[in-house]
């Protein structure tokens, strides 16, 4: 059984999280699977809900190769009063004076590296580290995947003579891609993400009961367009549910409180997203900036009607479905004429959209479909690494 390394900037909770762990549960059935954050994690992360996965974390590693740091990291942990594991303050002002990190940081992931077959890097472009992993990736003739995270907009300077050395760079859509295309076209690879809450997703029924509900679920933070959401349908005079947290919350309670159309659910955990979605029958995703986003899977699933902005993998999620409701955050007139023409249809037009998003879902991004695209990329990665050695 090959083993491979999935590395990059893991914590306990968020998006990448959640792809991780799709992404460890696809391959642990053929490969041995092992986790390696660049990042302070514990094992209560998301990650490891229902997964067994060997996980370990740069700063553990470091905490644990001298007893000067770990001492230090201790006593960092009494002096700020932290419950934090003393490992996740190993990084501080005087180990910085007294150890070369970026030294040490890097000779234990290159002892990581050594002990796998492959390695999937999940992370943004600025991620650090990854200049430096698929360099020694390719030296060692180990194929080197790399699974984007966030919206791709400018390529680092430092990067653009290495991303054409990556066995795969893993994006979620084309529209995600385009910036890449003059520096790494032949292997870039389209998987785009599914939902850990499928089943509870797919038992909602299709039909709706009263009035057409809209709703928002994510992060509350400027990119997000809450506010602006928010103040649209203050003015429209029409309710939305909305669930989730984030640096805005203060200012999103306040606009509920001003307002008895806007009904804020509270931050939403993962196994209460289905009862969210059965309170809604359509999401409303405003953002001015996405790569994907995962709630726009996880509606899908559900069947809800989508009013989105242009980002992310929107479009080509909702192609080949009436499921066509675009609008432009800046522009209130424009979701008011979205929301009136949903509005306008009737109950078997809504069944009739609501079901062919559904059925999307389930052609193209269920956990099954992501599962075995995942699986058939390193099937491929490793057999190019077999040709290349002949």
Same mark, same amino acid.
């Given at each position: 059984?090959? =083993?491979?390394?999935?590395?990059?900037?893991?914590?306990?909770?968020?998006?990448?999280?959640? @792809?991780?762990? =799709?992404?460890? $549960?696809?391959?642990?059935?053929? %490969?041995?699977?092992?986790?390696?954050?660049?990042?302070?994690m514990t094992e209560k992360s998301i990650v490891f809900n229902d997964v067994n996965c060997q996980w370990t974390t740069l700063h553990k590693k470091l905490n644990n190769s001298n007893i000067i740091l770990k001492g230090l990291s201790h006593l960092?942990?009494?002096?700020?009063?932290?419950?934090?594991?003393? %490992?996740?303050? *190993?990084?501080?002002?005087?180990?910085?004076?007294?150890?070369?990190?970026? =030294?040490?940081?890097?000779?234990?992931?290159?002892?990581?590296?050594?002990?796998?077959?492959? !390695?999937?890097? /999940?992370?943004?472009?600025?991620?650090?580290?990854?200049?430096?992993?698929?360099?020694? /990736?390719?030296?060692?003739?180990?194929?080197?995947?790399?699974?984007?995270?966030?919206?791709?907009? *400018?390529?680092?300077?430092?990067?653009?003579?290495?991303?054409?050395?990556?066995?795969?760079?893993? !994006?979620?859509?084309?529209?995600?891609? #385009?910036?890449l295309l003059n520096f790494a076209a032949g292997n870039i690879k389209i998987i785009d993400q599914t939902t850990l809450q499928e089943n509870d997703l797919l038992k909602l029924p299709l039909e709706s009961n009263g009035d057409f509900k809209f709703? %928002?679920?994510?992060?509350?933070?400027?990119?997000?367009?809450?506010? @602006? #959401?928010?103040?649209?349908?203050?003015?429209?005079?029409?309710?939305?549910?909305?669930?989730?947290?984030?640096?805005?919350?203060? @200012?999103? $309670?306040?606009? /509920?409180?001003?307002?008895?159309?806007?009904? %804020?659910?509270?931050?939403?955990?993962? =196994?209460?997203?289905?009862?969210?979605?059965?309170?809604?029958?359509?999401?409303?995703?405003?953002?001015? +900036?996405?790569?994907?986003?995962? !709630?726009?899977?996880?509606?899908?699933?559900?069947?809800?009607?989508?009013?989105?902005?242009? *980002?992310?993998?929107?479009? +080509?999620?909702?192609?080949?479905?009436?499921?066509?409701?675009?609008?432009?955050?800046?522009?209130?007139?424009?979701?008011?004429? +979205? !929301?009136?023409?949903? +509005?306008? $249809?009737?109950?078997d037009q809504i069944l009739n959209i609501r079901k062919q998003v559904r059925d999307r879902y389930i052609k193209q991004y269920s956990e099954k479909k992501i599962a075995a695209s995942y699986l058939n990329l390193f099937e491929e990665a490793f057999?190019?690494?077999?040709?290349?050695?002949?």
């Open positions: 059984m090959k =083993n491979v390394l999935i590395i990059g900037s893991i914590g306990d909770f968020g998006g990448r999280e959640v @792809e991780v762990k =799709n992404i460890i $549960k696809a391959l642990s059935p053929i %490969y041995s699977v092992k986790l390696f954050s660049t990042f302070p960092s942990k009494i002096i700020n009063k932290s419950n934090l594991p003393s %490992y996740f303050l *190993v990084d501080n002002k005087i180990s910085r004076l007294l150890f070369d990190f970026d =030294n040490k940081n890097l000779k234990i992931i290159q002892k990581e590296l050594n002990n796998v077959d492959a !390695v999937l890097f /999940c992370g943004t472009l600025t991620s650090g580290f990854l200049k430096e992993i698929t360099q020694y /990736c390719v030296n060692s003739n180990k194929p080197i995947l790399f699974r984007t995270t966030g919206n791709i907009i *400018v390529i680092p300077e430092h990067l653009k003579k290495t991303l054409s050395k990556i066995t795969s760079i893993i !994006v979620h859509s084309k529209f995600n891609s #385009l910036n709703g %928002y679920l994510g992060r509350f933070s400027p990119e997000k367009g809450i506010m @602006e #959401l928010l103040d649209s349908f203050q003015q429209f005079n029409k309710k939305l549910v909305i669930g989730g947290s984030g640096p805005l919350l203060k @200012e999103v $309670k306040q606009k /509920c409180i001003e307002s008895p159309f806007l009904q %804020y659910e509270g931050e939403i955990a993962a =196994n209460q997203i289905s009862e969210f979605f059965n309170k809604i029958d359509g999401l409303i995703i405003p953002s001015f +900036e996405e790569a994907g986003p995962l !709630v726009g899977i996880e509606a899908m699933a559900a069947g809800k009607i989508i009013l989105s902005t242009k *980002v992310g993998a929107m479009m +080509e999620r909702l192609e080949q479905t009436p499921n066509q409701f675009w609008f432009d955050i800046n522009d209130q007139d424009s979701l008011l004429n +979205e !929301v009136s023409t949903i +509005e306008h $249809k009737n109950q057999q190019n690494i077999k040709t290349s050695q002949l």
